[in-house]
Each structure stands twice: as structure tokens, then as C-alpha cells.
């Protein structure tokens, strides 16, 4: 192979209230699953509504799902991406990392640290992780998993600091995941789809009115999937989920929802490759040059074994009742329980001079790769938390208010469980892997190893935003979370003395509590009813442990209970404008991130550690969304960053002062156009600037990941009313690239190769 060259339940619309669920649901029915009602009994009521204002389209949402935006999105002042659940679904995503490929930027190319791999939605999005910050129906959603996109109606994605909308979290933008929930008119569809890497998968969406009268209705969704990946042998993701919702009252002043999600995943996880051969690799020893200009591995080798496993089991139960007191004064409770129980296994390397021995430097079958890291994951989530909002329009003279005021009780848990008697595994092929060689000695046993942290949230916030006049609006936000994170850890210590060898457990038990006060504040300004240019300040802060349910008393740890809480504080100046009658937006903004209290050693005396390491983030982002001409739609976005550390150490592997895992440009589209005898034809391109890895150390390891370009197309055709045909093909000019890298530079994922599916979607 040649070197690489370039290739990587919610509020629904019908928890706002009565009045606006009723403006919607048209929307929904025409950008929805497109099901004629199997009752037509059902449809007067909607069809006598004369919707004004904006009108959404396939790609283009008129609002965020969460209550806390009272606002249509052009009167919003935040950079905030809606991924539509039909955009979804004409490129053919199946997860939530598949989704987000339509916001710049934002995307898993951190692979792990060291031996260990990132399982789940390991997102980065404006220079920082925030994977701990991912929400499912405005609900904090905790577990490193793989999250799948079949009960999604939309997808938020919030840029800058959510402290005063979500409390603790990442500095620079959270994910809100809106669930499917049930609606007053009767559907059902279903699809299939095969495709390349073994690619097998099934979904089924039945919406019933049980009772118009009563509004009462229900709603299921399911999945079923064994898929392999085309870019890698061995590797699999086999899951099947159900999610039924039952609702009360959708036509009248009190709504009662209830939804259960349960998902159960048993994966092969996907450990990587190794980096040899790649532009940027150089021998790690002078006496071996010749592993300089190494050929590099067959991308699609496993170098795991056969038992490997990722086995993930997801319940989720939402209790939601709205009150609508008056056309202006509205109130909703939001109780869930969440678990997430995952367990994983996987053989990993580190291709180090010491693990990579080439005894005949003339014959590559001779070359070996050590597997001496088994990565473990026993580890349990859980989540209770109950949430009320209550939001209110008054006016105060000439001024005019929106009110939004939230109460928030949350209990957040988390425990590992260590194992020992991983086995041992031989040597594997460097160029030729067999992942048919077991491990010798397997007998996984409790190691008496662990940990348990917990977090309990106490949270009050209150948001206003204020029409001066017709052209001028004030946004202001307050939120404090008074947080109390207890933690307990069990490590083994190994001690040899007079030639025994003795291993004991040394316990831990931190707490850290305090309370985190956030704020925003707009100003915006309407040039015409449909557009705004607006400034904002915004804040946000991540305490000890408040990413992981983690604490440790160690000096260089931001996770130390005796540190101050990493600090953000983000200024935006954008606008958003709004064309063909509303069906068009155009989105622009500048931003500058600003995040301290970072963790730095002190450059004379290597024990002593302070905070003051500052980082920052200038960038400029656009976004084009929806409708261009009749039957073209079209999502693309584009972002320029500037990062550096502006008091610290360099943390990228290069030299570079810049945050690693980050693109300075980033550029995402997609285009769809239906001709008039009913073929759709769409596609895309997708650009992912250069990603500077970590710095641990590791010598002759890339630096760094090349960008790279990608473009993806569809064809789509309704053979009857009943039935459609779709055709994706990914990767257009089988483009080799990095999708992810980690730390030490040893490892990377492939990404993937020229291939395609084919989807039947039936309607009734």
C-alpha cells in the first residue's frame, strides 16, 4: 500500500405547549417519515392550522429541543448546529459520531492514551473532550458507549460554554440528543439495509393514536444490526435496541409522557493499527534506520484476538409531565433512572523499540509486534435525576419578558471493577496478524481492585430574554450547582522483601464539594424580522471529577480535590440570517475561548504544581442550512480555529503551540436535489484539517495526522408510495486516511474505505 495520502425524553416540538405542538406537527408530517395517516380521521385538526412564521424543511430546524431556548433559532445568540433526523438518514448514519460529521470540527480523532483505546463517542469539539458532555433529552447521558441514532429526532449541538444551560461540563460545547416521542396522527415504516464490511441492519418506527380524544397515543421504536467494517477485519458492531413511549393529553393542558430505552451492544472493539510506515514515522533506534522507510501495515489487520469483547447494556426511563397553567405560564417535570453497564476486553499493543523486533531486517515475516496491554473495562453508570422548569411571559412596562426558571436534583454514579488473570499472548506478525492465537492462561478473576465515585447535584437557574422593542432583545442567565463528589479507590501494591513478593490494596477516599455559579449575557439585534446580529459572554467550569466521578491526590492532577475548578469564558459576536420565506438560514460567528486554571509543574522544582496554565480558541465559523431552490436542499459548515497555550507547556508531540486533536479548518456539506420524476440525488464532501497528537514521549512516532478530503453520494427513488430504494456510496476516490491517532503516535484508526449500502425503506 502506498504512503497515505489524504482520507475520517428530550423536549420535542411538542413540549413547548399546546399552541406550538399544533404549529409543528405539519412540519413533522412533511419532514417526518412521510407516511400517509392509516386513519384520516386524524388529520382535519392539523391540516385547518395556518402555520406562520418560519417554515423547517428536511435539513432546516426552526428550533433547539431544549426548553431553555424559548426562541426560534435566528433569535438565539449562540452558535448552535441542528442535525436533523432526515439528514441522518440520507447519509445513512448510524451513530452519533456518524451524525456529527455534520458540524466542522467536532469529531472522535482521539484514540486513547498509551495501550488503552476510547470506546464510545469520544468527542473533541473546539480544542477539548467532551465526551462527559452529552445530553439525551436535556439529560446528562454518562457511559463511554457508542450511542445509535434510531429513537433520534434531532441532534443539538451547542457550541461555546453550556455551564449556565447544563452546570458542570466540557469548556467549549455539550450534545443534546432528542428522542422520538409519540404524536397525534397514525405511521409506520420500516427499513433494511445491507452494504459492505458485512453490513446488516434493520429499523422499525409504529406511531398509534390509541384515543384522539384523549390524546393519547404510542409510539416504538426498534433496531437490529450485525455489522462488520469495511475498513477492518474481525472488528463487529452487533446491537439491537427497543423504545416504546406512551403519551396523555397531547391535545390538551396537561401532557404525561413516559419512554423506556433499552439497548443491548456485543462488539469487537477495534484497538488500531500500527503506525509504521506512515508519512512522519522514524526508526525509534539508530541502530534499526532501515524501520525509517518500513512499508506500512495492511490497514484492514486485526491485532487483537477473536475474544476480545465490548459488551454494553443501556436502560433508560423517563418520566415527563407538562402543565400548561395558561397561554403564557408553562410548567414540566422531568424524572429518569439510567444504567449503563459495560464489559470490555481488548488485546492493544504499543509498538515501541522494545515491543517491535525485526530479526531479519530482509524478511518482514519475521518481524513481531509484542500484545502485552489487556485493557479491561467492568464498569457500571447510573443516573437519577429529577428536573423542573417553569416558564413564564410577562411584560414590565414596555418591556417584554420570556422567562425560563429550573430546578435540578441529580445523583451520578460510577464504579470499575479490576480484574487480574488476563492471560498472556504471544507475539503476533507484524505484517501478518492472526488474531486466531488465543491468550494462554485466561481466567479473568476479581483483583479486590476499583473504584466508586459518585456526584450529587443540587441546581437552580434562571434565564430571561427581554424585547426592548421589535429590533432589540436581551439575553442574561444565571445557574448555580452546588455539586458533592465522593469518591473511593483500591489499588494493588506489589512489595518484594527478603525475596517474597506480596501484593496488598492501598484504598483512597477523596471528596470534593463547592458551588459553581455561571452566567451569560446577550445583546441582539434585529436588522429585519428575519435576521439578528447579536454579542455574547458566556461561562463555564469543570470541577475535580467532574468528568470521571474520579478525585486523586496526586500534585499533577487536575482531578485533585484541592485545585480550583478549570474556569471558561467565551465571546461570541455572530448573525444569522434567514431567506426563501424562512426555509434558507445562513449562520456566521467569531468566537474567543479563554480557559485557565489548567495545571502546570513548576519549571525549577519538579514537586510542586500550580494552576496556572491558561489555553485559548479564536475562531470563525459559517453554516449554510436548508432549502436553495425548490425540491435542493443543502447543510454545510466551515470553521478556522486558532489555538495555543498561552501560559504553559506546549502539549503536542510536535513543538507546535497548539491544542492537540484540533483542525485549524474544518469543512463539512451536503447536498440533496429531487428531479421531477421523484429521483433524489445527493452527496457530499467532507475536509478535516491536520490533528497534532499528544506529546508523552514516545520516540519516532507521527507527530501528527495528514488532513484529508472525502466525498460521499446518494441516490434515492420512491418506486411507489409505499416503498423506496436508497444507494450510498462513502468515499468516493477510496481516500486513505487517519481517522483518529493516539497519544504516543503507536496507534491509529483506519478510516473507511470506498464502500456503499443499500437501504429499502417501506411506508403504510
Excluded: C
Excluded at 7 to 28: E, F, G, I, N, Y
Excluded at 149 to 160: A, M, P, R, S, T
Excluded at 477 to 484: F, I, L, S, T
Excluded at 516 to 531: A, E, H, I, Q, R
Amino acid at each position: 500500500m502506498a504512503h497515505i495520502k489524504s482520507r475520517k425524553l428530550a423536549p420535542s416540538r411538542l413540549q413547548m405547549s399546546t399552541v406550538l405542538a399544533t404549529l409543528l406537527l405539519p412540519v413533522a408530517a412533511q419532514a417526518g417519515d412521510g407516511a400517509p395517516a392509516a386513519d384520516d380521521t386524524t388529520s382535519p385538526p392539523i391540516q385547518e392550522v395556518v402555520v406562520g412564521g418560519t417554515k423547517g424543511n428536511d435539513f432546516k430546524a426552526d428550533r433547539a429541543g431544549s426548553m431553555k431556548y424559548t426562541e426560534v433559532l435566528v433569535n438565539t445568540p449562540q452558535t448552535i448546529t441542528v442535525i436533523t433526523k432526515e439528514l441522518i438518514e440520507q447519509q445513512g448514519a448510524q451513530t452519533l459520531t456518524e451524525a456529527l460529521r455534520n458540524t466542522p470540527g467536532v469529531g472522535a480523532f482521539f484514540l486513547g492514551e498509551n495501550g488503552n483505546t476510547n470506546t464510545g463517542d469520544a468527542i473533541f469539539m473546539r480544542g477539548f473532550d467532551s465526551s462527559s458532555s452529552i445530553y439525551v433529552d436535556g439529560v446528562r447521558d454518562v457511559g463511554s458507549i457508542s450511542r445509535d441514532v434510531f429513537n433520534v429526532e434531532q441532534i443539538d449541538v451547542l457550541k461555546g460554554p453550556a455551564g449556565t444551560d447544563s452546570g458542570r461540563g466540557n469548556p467549549t460545547g455539550s450534545v443534546n440528543m432528542n428522542s422520538k416521542q409519540a404524536q397525534l396522527r397514525d405511521s409506520q415504516s420500516a427499513s433494511v439495509k445491507f452494504g459492505s464490511g458485512r453490513q446488516k441492519r434493520a429499523t422499525a418506527d409504529l406511531n398509534r393514536v390509541l384515543n384522539e380524544e384523549s390524546g393519547t397515543a404510542f409510539r416504538l421504536n426498534l433496531v437490529a444490526q450485525d455489522n462488520g467494517n469495511p475498513a477492518r477485519d474481525v472488528v463487529e458492531n452487533k446491537r439491537w435496541g427497543v423504545a416504546p413511549t406512551l403519551a396523555f393529553g397531547l391535545n390538551g393542558k396537561t401532557r404525561l409522557h413516559l419512554s423506556y430505552l433499552h439497548v443491548k451492544q456485543n462488539n469487537i472493539p477495534d484497538g488500531g493499527v500500527p503506525t509504521i510506515g506512515l508519512p512522519g514515522y522514524k526508526s525509534p533506534t539508530p541502530d534499526r534506520p532501515y524501520l525509517s522507510n518500513a512499508p506500512m501495515v495492511d490497514p484492514r489487520g486485526f491485532y487483537g484476538v477473536l475474544t476480545d469483547h465490548d459488551d454494553v447494556t443501556a436502560d433508560m426511563a423517563t418520566v415527563r409531565i407538562e402543565h400548561d397553567f395558561s397561554p403564557t405560564l408553562k410548567l414540566q417535570n422531568t424524572a429518569r433512572y439510567g444504567k449503563t453497564k459495560q464489559d470490555y476486553l481488548l488485546s492493544a499493543f504499543m509498538g515501541s523499540a522494545t515491543n517491535l523486533l525485526s530479526p531479519n531486517p530482509a524478511d518482514l515475516a519475521t518481524w513481531t509486534l509484542a500484545r502485552g496491554n489487556r485493557t479491561v473495562k467492568d464498569q457500571d453508570n447510573k443516573i437519577l435525576t429529577n428536573q423542573t422548569v417553569l416558564t413564564a411571559e410577562f411584560d414590565t412596562g414596555t418591556l417584554k419578558h420570556t422567562m425560563v426558571a429550573g430546578l435540578e436534583f441529580i445523583n451520578e454514579k460510577q464504579t470499575t471493577v479490576g480484574y487480574t488473570n488476563l492471560g498472556n499472548l504471544d507475539p503476533v506478525q507484524l505484517y501478518y496478524p492472526n488474531p486466531a492465537i488465543a491468550a494462554r492462561d485466561l481466567n479473568p478473576v476479581r483483583s479486590g481492585a476499583g473504584t466508586s465515585g459518585s456526584t450529587d447535584t443540587q441546581a437552580l437557574y434562571v434565564f430571561d430574554t427581554v424585547k426592548l422593542d421589535e429590533r432589540w432583545m436581551v439575553h442574561a442567565g444565571v445557574r448555580a450547582d452546588h455539586y458533592n463528589t465522593d469518591y473511593f479507590g483500591t489499588t494493588l501494591v506489589t512489595t518484594t522483601a527478603n525475596g517474597k513478593t506480596t501484593t496488598t490494596l492501598n484504598p483512597t477516599s477523596l471528596t470534593s464539594k463547592d458551588t459553581l455559579v455561571n452566567g451569560k449575557l446577550s445583546l441582539l439585534f434585529k436588522p429585519t424580522p428575519d435576521s439578528s446580529v447579536y454579542a455574547t459572554v458566556a461561562s463555564s467550569q469543570q470541577p475535580p471529577g467532574g468528568n470521571a466521578f474520579s478525585l486523586s491526590a496526586s500534585a499533577n492532577s487536575a482531578q485533585n480535590p484541592n485545585y480550583d475548578p478549570q474556569k471558561t469564558t467565551t465571546k461570541e459576536i455572530g448573525t444569522k440570517w434567514e431567506f426563501m420565506k424562512g426555509k434558507l438560514a445562513v449562520n456566521g460567528a467569531i468566537y474567543d475561548t479563554t480557559v485557565r486554571n489548567e495545571i502546570e509543574q513548576d519549571p525549577t522544582d519538579s514537586t510542586k504544581y500550580y494552576q496556572t496554565g491558561k489555553k485559548n480558541v479564536k475562531g470563525v465559523e459559517i453554516s449554510v442550512t436548508g432549502e436553495v431552490a425548490r425540491n435542493w436542499l443543502v447543510s454545510a459548515g466551515y470553521t478556522h480555529m486558532k489555538t495555543e497555550v498561552e501560559s504553559g507547556k506546549v502539549v503536542t508531540a510536535s513543538g507546535i503551540n497548539q491544542l492537540s486533536y484540533t483542525p485549524k479548518d474544518a469543512f463539512t456539506s451536503w447536498t440533496s436535489y429531487t428531479l421531477p420524476f421523484g429521483l433524489k440525488i445527493g452527496g457530499g464532501a467532507r475536509y478535516q484539517g491536520k490533528l497534532l497528537r499528544g506529546t508523552d514521549g514516545a520516540v519516532g512516532t507521527p507527530a501528527y495526522a495528514e488532513g484529508y478530503w472525502v466525498a460521499d453520494a446518494m441516490a434515492e427513488y420512491a418506486i411507489n408510495k409505499n416503498i423506496d430504494l436508497r444507494l450510498n456510496v462513502y468515499n468516493l476516490a477510496d481516500k486513505e486516511y487517519v481517522a483518529a491517532i493516539n497519544k504516543s503516535g503507536y496507534r491509529y484508526t483506519p478510516g473507511q474505505p470506498r464502500s456503499a449500502s443499500v437501504t429499502a425503506t417501506f411506508r403504510f
